[in-house]
């Protein structure tokens, strides 16, 4: 039997149930298209931040009340007057609804912490018995031995099976460094798998934001949103002279100072400026007082300065007592910790145990948000290192850091190491696991001149030449690629495209048996995700371009899970047009059928005909290709570029490229307007074309 619904529940507060649960709907959403959650007890607030980080993060369209069930208080009311039936009634109805409308559905228990006094942890378990469905059990080792882990584990087991509830999996989160080795041997249950996940101390740490809604601090200064997610090391009492402040002032420290200590400010303000000195998570100013016009001024004219300045109704020793009471929280707004939570997930999880145990059927459904689930989920299975060479743009640090702590690849940044480690401070970027290297005064500086000198002389380059052009960024991760210190390069956020695939054709140069660099778009529709080529960069292939062009975008197609169906796009279909464009397409379907007589590949036909079913029988009976095409590769540029950009306006397609290929290794041209989302979902893709080749050589080899 199918298993399309599961209950998360933990025992004890704090266990993180939460996380799991984001974790398995990081799986679920590249799995199902259509998941929703269930709460079945909420508290008496009026949103569930459960709910609605869940609904806001994985972009689900369930509606918030389709997914609360009964409040605790109503629950209670419940069972004082002894009627459990009426309300497990009541909520099975509303659980087999969503059951009728989705492919799966996550149930969310409650905490003791959250539970009352006429209702207590049983209530999940009856719960989750009336719902028929299969536990998630979460332990925390946090303070404990394994002994007493896997006691608690073994009675948990033990009282579900009593109840005819069958336990689906185990989690046991905060495992500390010295119980690692134990929990890696600890399988005391062959039939319910137990992953033991590391603690991470980021995740369990507050945030600025987390302060702020705890202390109904007001913010006097932001310059930037995420500056709100900066993790705070410890609250430091700025009430020393400055010398004595910097000497206890570290990173991320939550400095709180009175609002008359100009000085203070001013030490803050040069810290932040100069490497290697510190930088605060957040400034707070307590009692009643206004900081000094002028001090404002200078911290809003100061540009560098990303840090918030906050103003909260309390004195200093209450912001001391708030600030070490505040409890981390993942909510919406927390995107940074979301990135790490669920790259933490991926790092320490049998991600395809899970699947195996869903035992779910295939769904050839594909929606957008599946496509790039999938992307990232199977960039993380064997992390490859990708070079970044334009490490001072914002939006590259925080791909960057979304990158690494989602395990979607290991991060290489070019540039200046002080000088990237400082910018990135100053916007609350946390590069930690990030490598930077400066190709002005790296060693490698010189092994890369001379590399390129010898592929180059022929040209005329000399080896005074060939040092000067390696230190530019680009040209040095491009042969970073080229001498396999890096896997992929991904540029083009400040750099034109010609400017990131010259060096990557001067040095490492096409595959055998390709003449020229292709693209192709991924079209991420409502249901599939097709593969359009060439969209980007050839203007007017000629029948061989055009067929190695088809070709590559086939073999594209099916390194990122797509079954390559190919048609060969013209203005007539079949036999039926005349004209040299035509011939073109005729004679370049031809010469890839030749080549690869492995794919399906035809053509001429027309874009109707190559994806209605309806229109494909009257025009092209028969055919194994119209009507059923994933791979649509166009005649030239001009129809290609105006095509894929009418089907992206005119549906809502998500255009994802372009995807660089060709090439013997994989570097990828972003577009200058290129957002952080652009930027992370061309790292993975780059991620797994590495990977691709790793694999083919390994074949070869």
């Known amino acids: 039997m199918n298993v399309n619904a599961l209950y998360v529940v933990s025992k004890e507060p704090r266990a993180g149930s939460f996380f799991v649960s984001m974790g398995l709907m990081d799986i679920l959403k590249r799995n199902f298209k259509r998941v929703a959650i269930f709460k079945p007890i909420v508290r008496g607030e009026k949103i569930d931040s459960d709910i609605e980080t869940l609904l806001s993060v994985f972009e689900m369209r369930q509606r918030y009340e389709d997914a609360a069930g009964v409040e605790i208080d109503m629950v209670e009311s419940y069972l004082a007057r002894g009627e459990e039936s009426r309300l497990y009634e009541q909520l099975i109805t509303r659980f087999e609804r969503l059951q009728n409308h989705y492919d799966f559905v996550l149930c969310l228990g409650m905490t003791d912490m959250h539970l009352k006094e006429l209702v207590d942890f049983d209530v999940n378990v009856q719960i989750a018995k009336n719902f028929s469905v299969p536990v998630v059990g979460i332990v925390s080792a946090k303070e404990k031995e394994a002994e007493e882990v896997q006691e608690d584990i073994?009675?948990?087991q033990q009282s579900l099976k009593e109840e005819g509830i069958r336990p689906f999996a185990f989690f046991i989160n905060h495992v500390s460094d010295s119980l690692v080795c134990q929990m890696e041997r600890f399988a005391p249950f062959p039939d319910t798998p137990c992953f033991p996940i590391p603690y991470e101390k980021k995740l369990d740490s507050p945030t600025v934001l987390d302060l702020i809604s705890l202390t109904g601090g007001e913010i006097l200064h932001m310059k930037d949103e995420t500056a709100l997610e900066r993790i705070i090391n410890k609250p430091l009492i700025a009430a020393m002279h400055p010398e004595h402040f910097l000497e206890h002032f570290e990173e991320k420290d939550l400095v709180v100072v009175p609002a008359d200590r100009a000085d203070i400010f001013l030490a803050i303000l040069s810290a932040n400026r100069i490497p290697g000195f510190p930088s605060a998570s957040a400034i707070v100013v307590g009692g009643g007082m206004d900081i000094a016009p002028t001090v404002m001024k200078m911290i809003e004219s100061d540009e560098t300065f990303r840090v918030v300045l906050i103003k909260v109704p309390l004195t200093t020793l209450e912001i001391i007592m708030k600030a070490q009471r505040s409890e981390a929280r993942i909510t919406p707004r927390h995107r940074r910790k979301i990135a790490l939570a669920l790259g933490h997930f991926a790092n320490h999880v049998d991600v395809g145990l899970i699947e195996r145990s869903l035992k779910k059927t295939k769904i050839d459904i594909v929606t957008p948000v599946m496509f790039l689930h999938r992307i990232y989920a199977k960039a993380s299975q064997h992390r490859m290192r990708v070079v970044l060479p334009e490490s001072m743009d914002e939006r590259i640090l925080r791909a960057a850091e979304t990158a690494q702590r989602r395990k979607i690849a290991d991060i290489t940044l070019l540039g200046n190491e002080e000088a990237v480690r400082n910018r990135a401070g100053m916007i609350g970027v946390d590069l930690e696991g990030v490598e930077v290297i400066d190709p002005v005064t790296s060693e490698l500086k010189k092994r890369f001149a001379e590399s390129?000198?010898?592929?180059?002389?022929?040209?005329?380059?000399?080896?005074?030449?060939?040092?000067?052009?390696?230190?530019?960024?680009?040209?040095?991760?491009t042969m970073m690629v080229h001498e396999g210190l890096a896997d992929a390069m991904v540029s083009g956020a400040t750099h034109t495209t010609r400017e990131t695939v010259l060096p990557a054709l001067q040095i490492i140069k096409t595959k055998p048996g390709i003449d020229i660099v292709s693209s192709v778009f991924f079209m991420c529709l409502d249901t599939r995700v097709l593969v359009y080529g060439d969209c980007a960069i050839v203007p007017d292939p000629n029948p061989k371009e055009l067929a190695q062009i088809a070709i590559e975008s086939a073999e594209?197609?099916?390194?990122?899970?797509?079954?390559?169906?190919v048609a060969m796009l013209s203005y007539s279909t079949g036999e039926s047009g005349v004209g040299a464009d035509v011939e073109k397409v005729r004679e370049a379907t031809r010469i890839a059928k030749e080549r690869r007589p492995d794919l399906l590949i035809e053509g001429p036909m027309q874009y109707d005909a190559a994806i209605d079913p309806a229109v494909a029988e009257k025009k092209m009976p028969g055919s194994k290709v119209a009507g059923r095409a994933t791979v649509f590769i166009f005649p030239d540029l001009n129809t290609g570029n105006n095509t894929y950009k009418a089907v992206q306006r005119a549906t809502g397609a998500i255009a994802i490229g372009p995807v660089l290929q060709g090439l013997r290794k994989p570097v990828n041209d972003l577009s200058r307007g290129c957002s952080v989302e652009d930027v992370v979902s061309t790292i993975a893709?780059?991620?797994?074309?590495?990977?691709?080749?790793?694999?083919?050589?390994?074949?070869?080899?």
């Open 556 to 565: 594209t197609a099916k390194a990122f899970g797509i079954e390559p169906i």
């Open 154 to 156: 073994a009675l948990w």
């Open 685 to 701: 893709i780059s991620a797994i074309q590495a990977q691709n080749i790793d694999e083919i050589q390994a074949a070869k080899d």
């Open 452 to 477: 390129f000198y010898r592929l180059r002389k022929h040209k005329g380059v000399t080896l005074e030449n060939a040092l000067d052009m390696v230190e530019n960024v680009t040209y040095f991760a």
